[in-house]
């Protein structure tokens, strides 16, 4: 253990822009070069770094925002891949309110827009859109499984909660984004998908700026 504090403990700060950074560089370097083999080099001479305590900076590695922007618009998102669930976890918690989620709590990727809702009305002028980053939310799996195929306006019953006709209470969602759509729209359009998509690239790209991951 490289970084301890006066006491021998783990250095949680030290820890913590470390994970910060490695996490940013290995989704974009997993993007950009698809594969563990790929990430050996880079990654193994940032822990011969820590080793020698010199920061760890990826110099030789550093990205264009212009082509990360390129490369993400280009890579499909689709739910089998680890990388989806972890960019749309990532966005949830940029918003801070948002309260830490239980580990015990199955989650699965939400389409906001449905993909039932676009096979049956067809109106995407993207089709693609539906798998857009944009689109995907995190929702607890009890949730998920009945709120899947509504339309917008009747998912947001089942993102708040309520009480069935037997007088059970569902609690709703913890993912503080959802709630909020609910409460300030009417639906959720394509328009929508790609704005909240731009909206998530961009704070992407300014972390991977604070990260000093991005060509100055």
């Not at 859109?129 to 195929?149: H, M, P, Q, T, Y």
Request: aromatic share 12%; hydrophobic share 35%; proline share 3%.
């Amino acid at each position: 253990m490289q970084k301890k504090d006066n006491e021998g403990m783990l250095d949680d700060d030290e820890f913590f822009a470390f994970l910060q950074k490695i996490t940013g560089f290995i989704w974009t370097y997993a993007v950009s070069n698809p594969g563990v083999n790929a990430l050996r080099t880079p990654v193994y001479a940032e822990m011969v770094n820590i080793v020698n305590n010199k920061p760890v900076e990826f110099v030789k590695y550093k990205f264009s925002s212009d082509t990360v922007r390129s490369m993400f618009d280009n890579f499909t998102f689709n739910n089998g891949r680890p990388i989806t669930k972890a960019m749309i976890t990532w966005w949830a918690y940029q918003d801070d309110t948002q309260p830490l989620l239980s580990l015990e709590t199955v989650f699965e990727i939400e389409h906001i827009y449905a993909r039932n809702r676009q096979e049956k009305e067809g109106t995407l002028s993207d089709p693609n859109n539906v798998e857009s980053l944009g689109n995907k939310a995190l929702l607890e799996k009890r949730i998920n499984i009945r709120a899947s195929d509504y339309r917008f306006d009747d998912k947001k019953k089942y993102y708040k909660g309520f009480t069935n006709t037997k007088g059970q209470s569902k609690d709703g969602t913890s993912i503080v984004e959802l709630t909020s759509l609910m409460s300030s729209s009417t639906d959720f359009t394509e328009n929508d998908i790609i704005a909240r998509y731009k909206a998530i690239m961009d704070d992407f790209i300014n972390y991977l700026k604070l990260n000093g991951l991005i060509l100055i």
